[in-house]
C-alpha cells in the first residue's frame, strides 16, 4: 500500500513563498504522476496541478500558472509544491495525491497524502 | 470551466437509512466523474471513479450512476462510519470539485 507523508504545517507573511514536501514510500515515485490540491478552511477542494506523466512535464491549471512549481526529487522519492506572492487567500491545507487513472486525460486520485496546513497572515 | 453543483449541501440521516446525493455538471461531462469521501481532519479517499466503479476496497453500499450531466452518489444502510463530507470531481482535462455535501447524524 503506497503512503504518501507531508512535510509539516508552515506559517508565512503575504508575499513570502512556501515549499511542502511530499515522499511516495515505496521507491515508486517514478511509476506515478503527483498532483496536488488544497482546500481553504471550512471550504471545497481546488486542484492546482500535477505531473503528466507522458513527459514528466507540470501542468497547471490557469489560476495558478506563474506562482506554483512542482517539482520531483526521484533520488529520495519526493515530490515538492511551491507556491510564490502568498496572500491570506492561499491559506488553506495542501494535499499531495498520485493520479490512479490509466487513460491519459483523465485523473482520480488515491490515496492522498495527510495534508500540510499553510497559514498566510501578517 | 466545467462547474459542478452539489445537492444537498447538508443531509440529516440516521443508521441504516439510504441516502443520495447528486452532483450537476454545466456541461455534459460523458462518464467522467469520481465521488471521494473526506472525514473531519483527513484526507479525502477516492470512492468511485468512472460515474459507476468502485474503487477497490470500498464497501458495496456506496454506488454511483449517472452519465452526461447528472449523477448520484447512493450510500445504502448508512454505517456510523458513513457520517462525512462528500465531493464529487469532474475528471477529465481542467480538473474541478464540486462544493461538498456533508452527511449528519
Known amino acids: 500500500q503506497v503512503q504518501l507523508v507531508q512535510s509539516g504545517a508552515e506559517a508565512r507573511k503575504p508575499g513570502a513563498s512556501v515549499k511542502v514536501s511530499c515522499k511516495v514510500s515505496?521507491?515508486?515515485?517514478?511509476?506515478?504522476?503527483i498532483h496536488w490540491v488544497r482546500q481553504a478552511p471550512g471550504k471545497g477542494l481546488e486542484w492546482m496541478g500535477g505531473?503528466?506523466?507522458?513527459?514528466?512535464?507540470?501542468i497547471y491549471p490557469q489560476n495558478f500558472q506563474g506562482r506554483v512549481s512542482m517539482t520531483e526529487d526521484t533520488s529520495t522519492d519526493t515530490a515538492y509544491l511551491e507556491v510564490s506572492s502568498l496572500t491570506s487567500d492561499d491559506t488553506a491545507v495542501y494535499y499531495c495525491?498520485?493520479?490512479?487513472?490509466?487513460?491519459?486525460?483523465?485523473?482520480?486520485?488515491?490515496?492522498w497524502g495527510q495534508g500540510t496546513l499553510v497559514t498566510v497572515s501578517s | 470551466d466545467i462547474q459542478l453543483t452539489q445537492s444537498p449541501s447538508f443531509l440529516s440521516a440516521s443508521v441504516g437509512d439510504t441516502v443520495t446525493i447528486t452532483c450537476r455538471a454545466s456541461q455534459d461531462i460523458s462518464s467522467y466523474l469520481a465521488w471521494y469521501q473526506q472525514k473531519p481532519g483527513k484526507a479525502p479517499k477516492l470512492l468511485i471513479h468512472a460515474a459507476s466503479t468502485l474503487q477497490s476496497g470500498v464497501p458495496s453500499r456506496f454506488s454511483g450512476s449517472g452519465s452526461g450531466t447528472e449523477f448520484t452518489l447512493t450510500i445504502s444502510s448508512l454505517q456510523p462510519e458513513d457520517f462525512a463530507s462528500y465531493f464529487c470531481q469532474q475528471v477529465n482535462g481542467r480538473l474541478t470539485f464540486g462544493g461538498g455535501t456533508k452527511v449528519e447524524i
Open positions: 515505496g521507491n515508486i515515485l517514478t511509476l506515478m504522476s
Open positions: 505531473i503528466d506523466p507522458e513527459d514528466g512535464e507540470p
Open positions: 495525491a498520485p493520479n490512479l487513472s490509466p487513460i491519459r486525460g483523465l485523473y482520480w486520485f488515491d490515496p
